[in-house]
């Protein structure tokens, strides 16, 4: 055996050691019209046929992929869609997002037998998996089936990197089942290459986040809440999470001793604490609207609460500013094209490993404003509701940002088709051969 053989096999071992815990948080977050059973590959088996399979794992890389995806869709409509994640909120938003236009499932766990099962029953033409979730028994399923693999939008953080540094060879291993890497930045590039990727199976094409469809019902709708809303400075603090509402909620309410009708829009990250963060609020004292429970803000209203999916973009279109949670705690940022893309002024923490190359991109335009605590939050808010030169400033300095670093979609879209293609002409029917019941 390989070293590489005799690693992935303690690998296993470690696995099987931790099932039992693994399979009680499965069983507790499960969706339960979803069977568990895809969590072990227990999918559908799909007739032979041309087929791409996107990996998305959860929120953030489904809104990421999208554009990716509708262009696929519309390039390749000879293709069935078939689109995995890893969190049932992943899942609800590739459900509002395509509707019955992909196939979704959940990804199996990491078991040998699982993914083995999973590739013989879906029969990919090519896998595509957005940013970075590199699984090692999944690749090795992959190459096992002759399955090729694309990472779009590939991203490695400065602690991303030294894991999967810690475990060389097992990372070697998996890179050397990856076909094609776009990466979204040179750093990033240059990770890959360190732990092993071949140099010529890695391109830098840019940020898929950049390529945002700003559509005229987006536009529609955010006016319609802005005029629901009424004559008043509105904000939104969104993807937050523990420790970040506090200061948030801190922040309000030191921009509302000066503008008392300004009213936050303040939406958490993960669904699960929509409850405990609504009871935040009131512990506050904040008199708190539900969106999900069709509470439209009044005057005395100075919080909503967007306990809703797939809603967060057309809040910030119809904000006078934004911040971007996760980067007051150590989460590393989340999107802050976002709010960018619709010409709405971008605040952010500093936290923001997971997008350095954006965050620095936007700050060096002129496009973006840091804060360190709620203290320095509502200071921010409150110079940028007294100067709409200011306000309007910022937010057009985002929009050229986006505007000016589109064509990730197009390079990327051209990479994978051309794969794509080759394995169509490449391989015969796909069947379910050799398919394993083994866990």
Not at 55 to 63: D, F, L, Q, T, Y
Not at 100 to 127: I, M, N, Q
């Amino acid at each position: 055996m390989r070293r590489a053989d005799w690693v992935r096999a303690a690998y296993d071992g470690a696995l099987y050691l931790a099932s039992p815990l693994i399979w009680r948080r499965i069983w507790r977050e499960s969706v339960p019209t979803r069977p568990r059973g895809e969590r072990l590959g227990l999918i559908p088996a799909r007739p032979p046929g041309p087929r791409l399979w996107v990996h998305a794992a959860s929120v953030g890389e489904v809104v990421t992929a999208a554009s990716l995806i509708r262009a696929l869709l519309t390039r390749h409509p000879e293709a069935e869609l078939v689109v995995t994640t890893m969190t049932a909120t992943g899942a609800a938003r590739v459900e509002s997002l395509f509707g019955t236009e992909v196939s979704h499932h959940f990804l199996p766990l990491d078991f040998p037998g699982a993914t083995r099962r999973f590739l013989a029953r879906l029969a990919p033409t090519l896998a595509i998996i957005a940013e970075t979730e590199l699984w090692p028994n999944l690749l090795h399923a992959c190459a096992a089936h002759g399955v090729p693999v694309a990472i779009a939008n590939g991203r490695l953080s400065d602690g991303a990197f030294r894991t999967y540094r810690r475990f060389a060879t097992l990372s070697r291993d998996m890179l050397r089942h990856v076909d094609w890497i776009g990466a979204k930045a040179p750093a990033d590039a240059e990770r890959f290459r360190a732990l092993g990727c071949p140099d010529a199976r890695v391109e830098v094409t840019g940020a898929l986040k950049f390529d945002l469809q700003v559509d005229a019902r987006l536009r529609e709708e955010s006016e319609r809440l802005r005029t629901a809303w009424g004559r008043r400075f509105v904000w939104v603090a969104g993807s937050t999470h523990p420790g970040e509402e506090e200061a948030v909620l801190a922040a309000h309410a030191r921009v509302c001793r000066r503008y008392p009708e300004a009213l936050l829009v303040l939406v958490p990250r993960h669904p699960q604490r929509f409850e405990a963060v609504a009871e935040l609020c009131r512990a506050r004292g904040e008199r708190v609207a539900r969106r999900s429970h069709g509470e439209a803000p009044d005057t005395g209203t100075r919080v909503l609460l967007g306990d809703t999916m797939g809603e967060l973009m057309h809040f910030y279109a119809a904000a006078d500013a934004a911040f971007v949670g996760g980067s007051l705690v150590a989460v590393g940022g989340h999107n802050l094209l976002e709010p960018a893309a619709v010409g709405t002024p971008v605040l952010s923490g500093p936290c923001l490993d997971n997008l350095r190359e954006i965050a620095e991109t936007l700050a060096e335009a002129g496009a973006r404003r840091e804060v360190a605590d709620a203290e320095a939050l509502a200071g921010a808010l409150l110079a940028l509701f007294d100067d709409e030169t200011a306000r309007r400033r910022l937010g057009e300095a985002g929009r050229a940002v986006v505007d000016a670093n589109r064509g990730a979609l197009a390079k990327t879209l051209d990479e994978v088709s051309a794969r794509f293609d080759q394995a169509l002409a490449g391989r015969g029917p796909a069947g379910d051969e050799g398919e394993t019941q083994r866990v």
